[in-house]
């Protein structure tokens, strides 16, 4: 093995970065006692982060490490997104995070930790350090579901998630040994090589291979069956770290789904081979995206817990963001990469809503009556709720439209409809929470707020994080091409 | 670069919403929606004047380029034809009544009400000036969102359900529009959804009849048609004065307008293939709608059910594709506009002081209010077709080119006419004539100069357009003739 070149290291600075940040947490974690500094740290490492990393962006794309990392515009364009939703999520952790029960540094080491796992899983070209990077990833996500460890839910979420997890981690790591018994390599250009040489895509070592390792990525972005642990995960952790989960986490996720599945789309050579394979892959995606979309929607109209209400629909929103990439086109996964970008921040923006109301509760009931009482956070959730549903000029609009059209450009109508049959069931579900704080009585005689201000109420990190998510809902539905312009597929 | 009048009367109002919710406390609210509607009715002056009637095509485009996304081309495009331009000044007109109407009527949570009557207004001037689909879809969606608030929030005793179910049924539509809206930009991506390029292209006729089904199911929605009516009635009776007015002054011709603007030009073949299932319903709604309308008590219920008839004879002017037919039915959507808005008006009002909407509880009105039940039954005649008023002509030309078209459709429109003017003269007898009803002694009916002032332009124009409707019908000839299908008038 050759040694690795110094100049290598380059490629990894934003996940240095982060990982550095960390690290000094850590190391001075006994004298932090407020959540401020850790919060500043995190915040200033993300920002960092995804400036460098725009720094890097390549003309045409670079590999090191031994053809195992690479930096390219697909990379680059989910780690500013990372990054994006790491400094969010931080800001956002300043309401939420109880310096009595959970200590800020480690908290905020971990969230560090946790996104340059995600940084490193996405630049991968390797199923080993894909792998690597998912699994820091998880790992530390574990244990921030169960951080505040005198809650009894917390615990009992953090239990559930650890299992199912592991579980998946297990059918990934089984599906790696099995693709490698098949074709000899871990990187996904000699295994799209062999593929495409040697006519392994019937062979069934290499499925049952493949399919373990799609189950254990679909386990990462919650698509249906493998969901089943979300909805309880986000519920029972922190709301910043479900909407961490929700999130930066899911994107990776399908970031690390787009590179397999690209390996796979884009072999050179062979088209025979191709043919009876790609339909194959797109089978199971669309599949995916189906079931997720359909679960999604339905099972969110019986949810009373916001948080998990958040998690079905962005069950839902993990299918129609698989959309993208059932074409195998480049188009198809530039509208994946869109709509991962503008779902991450509207979600966020979501979520932030819920922690600025923490007082009221997270069940539904919560918001009767809001828009009476506090009008300017009724009126921001309203554009999340708006953007989720898909109602243009909102982000989630521009972002259903390019999935959709890239569904209809393949020709898969019966797809494309049923997409847009279930958005009017995920409306249902979100105007249901614009009903109640729009047109209930609040049951609690709190006195009327016309002249709220955000900031009067919260800090300003959560309202500064949930203006920035309310601009890129608006930005990126009035001018959808401003934003991920620069999104290109791996 | 020469002055956009388009985008600023679409605008303007967005900007005062905007206004309204920053900066209008207490009274002020009122008064910027009044300064912002009076403004937007000013700025449509130029768009008159300047408008040249005898010139084919659109007028005062605003183009610039906006979306560019792969092989995805759609410009900000805006501009004016003699279709589309009446249409725009009575949005203008109805919400300014609206404001009047709405002066004392709405006492809670004004800031929200005059915002979501402008957004509104924004969402009618730009649906009706949108010179590509795309534009015109967005705003099509757009004006959902603040009618849903207009009806949920300051509606009936019943309005959280009117309101969600108007949603639904217009959501249900619109996502199969959305779907049809881009397997068209699919098909023709080079015309980037403009309409006058989608005009010029031919499309595979299966496609056209897919599409035109797609289309169908929005617009039938909206205009609406049997037997898609049904949400009607709820949102007409549990909306507030100003939603009904919007609703039936602008949102049902919505529907109407697209088959005009999208079916008719860009799927000639499939309009052809459903020629006689379009004209059967429409009879068909007429009937039934007159039938329905006969047997209500309420008055609201009674004036929207009339709608759903009258919107018959619109559908069926359209769909017997002669120049005078069609010409009429534009004609005929805006007098339903106007006189459907007057008689709104004149119930709320009414209710204003009354509370009450059955018809039994009126009685003999013209007793203590001459002013007011002269100007009902001006408006009562001419929604009943008088000679003289403005939807006699209308109606005349359309049922001219039923009898064209097949007499039996003919005889059945003038059926139509006939139940129509039963249900609003007995109407007329019950609240107004007879001897006055206990219950409203001691009541003061008599309209204010505020409202006789709210109620005096729309009763000129049911007069004016009834003597002169040249006055309309000449911005029509030419764009009515370019539609292809049409079989001229000679």
Known sequence: MTPVPITDVALLVPELILIGMALALLLVASRIREAGLATAGTVLAAALAAVLTIWLMPQSSVSGFSEMITIDGYSQFFKVLIASALGLTALLSVKRVDVKFVRPAEYHALLLLAAAGMMFAVSSLDLMTLYLGLELTTLCSYVLVGITVDKPDSNEAAIKYFLLGSFASALFLYGMALIYGATGATDFQTIALVLSESGLGSDPLFVAGAGLLTAGLAFKIAAVPFHAWAPDAYEGAHAPVAAFLATASKAAGLAALGRVCWAVFKTPSNQLQLDKLLPEVSMVLVGLAALSIIVGSIIALAQTNMKRLLAYSSIAHAGYALLGFIS?????????????????????????????????????????????????????????????????????????FVVILNVVQEGYYALAILAVACSVITAFVYLRVAVLMYMKESPVAAAADPDETLSSRLPLAVSAALAVAALVTVIGGVFPGVLTSWAVAP | MTYPALTVITFLPLLGAAGILLLGRGQRARWVALATTLATLAAMAPLCSGFDKTKSGLQFVDLVQWISMGNVQINYQLGVDGISLPFIVLSGLLTLLCVGASWTAIRTRDREFYAALLLAETAMIGLFAAANFFLFFIFWELMVVPLFLLIGIWGGSNRVYAALKFLLFTLAGSVLMLVGMIALQVATPEAGLNFKQLTGTTLDTTLQIWLF???????????????????????????????????????????????????????????????????????????????????????????????????????????????????????????????????????????????????????????????????????????????????????????????????????????????????????????????????????????????????????????????HPECVLSYLHIPVSELPNIIATP
């Not at chain 1, 069940?363 to 506090?374: M, P, S």
């Not at chain 2, 797609?214 to 100003?242: I, N, Q, R, S």
């Not at chain 2, 860009?266 to 006689?276: N, R, S």
């Open chain 1, 328 to 400: 195998g086109t480049d188009a198809g996964a530039v509208a994946t990469m869109t709509y991962a970008f503008l779902y991450v921040f509207m979600t966020l923006g979501a979520f932030g809503i819920v922690i600025a109301l923490e007082d009221r509760g997270e069940t539904l009931d919560g918001y009767q009556g809001l828009a009476v009482q506090r009008p300017k956070t009724a009126a921001l959730m309203l554009l999340f709720l708006l953007s989720l549903t898909g109602i243009p000029p909102t982000a989630g609009f521009m972002a259903k």
């Open chain 2, 213 to 467: 089904l797609a289309f169908l199911a929005a617009f039938a929605v909206k205009v609406p048609m049997f037997p898609v009516h049904t949400w009607l009635p709820d949102a007409h009776t549990e909306a507030p004065t100003a939603g009904s007015v919007i609703l039936a002054g602008i949102l049902l011709k919505m529907g109407a307008y697209g088959f005009l603007r999208v079916a008719l030009p860009v799927l000639p073949e499939a309009v052809q293939i459903f020629l006689m299932p379009m004209l059967i319903i429409s009879v068909v709604a007429i009937i039934y709608g007159a039938y329905v309308t006969l047997s209500q008590t309420d008055v609201k219920r009674l004036i929207a059910y009339s709608s759903v008839s009258h919107m018959g004879f619109v559908t069926l002017g359209i769909f017997t594709l002669d120049q005078r037919a069609v010409e009429g039915a534009i004609l005929q959507m805006i007098n339903h506009g106007i006189i459907s808005a007057a008689l709104f008006l004149c119930v709320g009002m009414i209710y204003e002081r009354t509370h009450t909407r059955e018809i039994k509880d009126y009685g003999g009105v013209a007793k203590t209010a001459p002013i007011y039940a002269t100007l009902l039954a001006l408006f009562c005649l001419a929604a009943a077709g008088f000679p003289g008023l403005n939807s006699f002509v209308g109606e005349f030309l359309i049922i001219g080119g039923a009898f064209k078209t097949n007499p039996w459709l003919g005889a059945m429109a003038i059926w139509g006419v006939v139940l129509g003017t039963t249900y609003l003269l007995w109407l007329y007898y019950r609240m107004v004539i007879g001897e006055m009803n206990p219950g409203l002694q001691g009541l003061k009916i008599e309209l204010t100069a505020r409202e006789t002032l709210t109620l005096a332009p729309l009763a000129f124009l049911a007069l004016y357009l009834g003597l």
